[in-house]
């Protein structure tokens, strides 16, 4: 197709062992070494646009908030009071379900402090316990000593992204050379400027790679999305980033629809940057290990990935629009109808994979030319962990 | 307030390290050495007051039940036949619900005897095995060795308790020894007239020691539980008992109010002997690992608490009544009422703080001055625990 | 009774110790070294009489399916795709439920070949890999590599078998020898003419064993099955198999009963040959560990047994029965609603003893006259795991 098509040989390399993604102690190395080092996209600035609103969310088995605080500082802490230890938002703990429409954070009311309910201790939008009752005559209290627990975080592209294992020193740095990459595709259709307008929730029992796996290939889109085919050429994808951990590239949307949406229109306003060639294509990135990214000309589709366990992932597919004239978002239920659709299908596969590869042995085949970018996304992986094996 | 003062402060302690409620290797060995020797409340004398009435409980994994033999002594023995291991009473494993009003006891037909459903081996009231059908001519086979197992157990003031430990012998001198404090407080009131007319069960998401530390301080009472704040002052509390295993003493009820109730009027009679002072105080006591007693002029109320799991605990709340005149007991629909809505507000704190405390590395502030017996709850778990670390 | 009188001492042994059916880590070995050598029921040929009908199965933790090629073959495979691991027929994993009246096997339309819903890999109904498109270009990949995974079966009177730990070879001689014992019983009244008509699924909290142990006594029959007496007298059994692994014998049905049935009348065509005496036969037999067989003059019954867990079993119970004239079955209703009253009966009693002897120490009494198979079956089980205790 171009000067990548080399790469559109798998070289007969076989899949990942199965253990990789069917054995719990793979999964306690990945969630000890690998994971508190990297970056899970969380939510958007633009959830939280006034000071002192916040959104919650759980993180690798952690629950925690994000605020900003009246300097335009965001900021994400630990849901945890620093006295007994009370998680100071109450949190769903399925965390599944579909948020309505209109409504894109379900919890964030303006505040100016943040009060425990246990004990009324009261915490600034910055984190520093700033009031607590009774505590003046106990010998060797500091109120300066327990603050809120920080998170580290960091934003790209308007998209606010969390790291479980680090402080807050020197926090946006990695994030922004991971994805740099990235920039010169979404720049231009202004990222930033989009906005969250419908989130769908899944818990998939499958292995995030499995996911990523699934993501990264077309070879099942004749077989398991039907719908797709009048959109695309399941044969027609570019391999620009072949290297971890960004993978991915465009597909060409067919003559005779103008978006991947259930009917194949428009269903958001199209950047003004968005011209000629670029109009017609569909873009598709995995960022391991817990953001794909796809851009269609009216609209953006992000999937958050959250490890639960060896063989259980939940994942928050969010759509973002640019706001058209009077700055109110379209509706764009023929984008996120469509992908509802496709998502179930794709799960569905993911889980019985899952179940296969978990039943006795089983030796994978080498990789069709088709699933080439599974060889890259298998060799970025293990190159990963192998350090901690 | 009184010569009890200094215990009011907390020395800038900190509080038990997370690891005690959050870690189940220290549940297993609670399970294993510290429970097994301790008196858990079980029930009531007057649930069985009739000879052959039984009650089945669970106990720490253990079902069992307890029975009024025919020279009123009581019994408990474990729920399993001796030939080849049947339950007895089929029990329902989840335990949950509450018992209607009028039945505090919903399985205490009167019986002669105990026949197992499956072979039909019938045992008297006082666990001897009595009848085995076609076992005459089993070579070895005596009746006398196949007894029910017996469940240690012992009664104070009306309250029966066990120990799933221990056999028969030398069963009520420690709890009597360790119950004796209470005595002067409980006497006077005819504790052992009281009978139970409602109980609350729980299932509550958070170790037994977080429920514990709860009910000894009332810090939390203006944040928690606004419904409190017009009958008792949250300052007001006396620590008449303040080193293991009894903690707690009396808090005054304020002018305005009769008892603590939703309406906070009487709701049940009130025993001739208390006079004065006495009848303007509430009193809750703490008893280490499995009873809490409140006392009020009108009613009495029991926790009974079985810890299922390093972060998982079942409460059945008890509300007793003395009977009125003509023997019947009042409906106490204020007191249950208020406290199951009290309950339910201090549960979900404990379970926040479980919540709060699993996730990665928490270090608990130093208590405040109102948290005074929490200090001395932890000094007495750590001194009982240490032995076995 | 007769002959056989001699073996209805127990001889004062006692029961199975509880670990072996309360020990999660013999359910590791039984799971390791016992099951995978062992034949278990998995259906019946005329569940698939045409050529491409097939069966799916669970094993043992195995997704399994039955097919018939074009050459009336039986075959067996793992129920996952060779390319990626993929499960080709989904599986419902909880697998209870009855199948309707009618519908003896829920999967199996005719089919000439095996698809992978995934990327669309096509197998035979042999197993050979016949097509997996865009593989043309892979290096070194060839299709005769990548058959479907075999399980070993075996057919015995039109029931088949399966073993989930050995391959293709050798497969029917072992299971035809260990089952010949009853072809003496089975052979003259045409067990291999009988077709499934009716199965009711259980899941079941107790050990496999126990429900062997309460399969080979009718020692319980006058506690827990009253509808059980007017038909067959409890202590009317002959112990016609009393070495491992075959157990059982005949129990004469009461003169003023015809058969086993909700009303004691025959509910079925009867076999020409059965005359004279065995018209008033019950036969119970079971083989460890997954098969019992029940033979009534008008219909037979077989239970499934599936290991679940030390704690869980899985059991469908099949009723057969030979066609009438016009080839069309009966409804045989009064057998299995007698059958299922009963089951869930002694399913009870099963799990109230798991229950029972999961808690702490119990030691077993001798066993009863009655109980004289049950010492057959734990020595031959005994026997069998003490070489990998």
Redesign the interface.
Known sequence: MNAKQPVR????IT?LP?RYCSDPTIFDLEQKHLFPSQWFPIGYESDIAGNGEHFSFQLL???GFCVRDDHDQLHCF??????????LC??N?SGLGTVPEGEPCSDNPTKSSIV?????WKYGLDGRLIA????D?????NRAD?SL?PIRCAKWQGIIFAQ?GGGQDNPTDSLTEILHPLNRIVEPRGLDQFQRKKTISYVIQANWKLLF?NFNEC??C???HPQLTPLTDYRDAENEFDTGPILGGPMRIRDDADSVTRDGDYCGPIPDSLVGEELKKAHYYTVSPGFFLSLFPDYVMVHRLSPLAFNQTKIDCDFLFLPASGLSLPTGATAWEFWDQTNLQDW??CE??Q???S??N?S???????ESLLVKFDQHYRQQIARFE
Chains 1, 2, 3 share one sequence.
Do not use: K, W
Request: hydrophobic share 25%.
């Open positions: 040989s798998s070289g007969g899949g199965p088995g952690l629950d630990r849901n945890v009071c620093r006295h007994r230890g009370t998680q109450p949190v703990s425990c309910d246990y004990h009324g607590a009752p009774h505590m005559n106990t010998p060797g209290f327990f627990y479980v796996q070879y099942h004749p077989s398991v569905e596969m019985r994979v179940r296969g590869i039943q006795g089983f994978p085949s080498p990789y069709s030319p088709l």
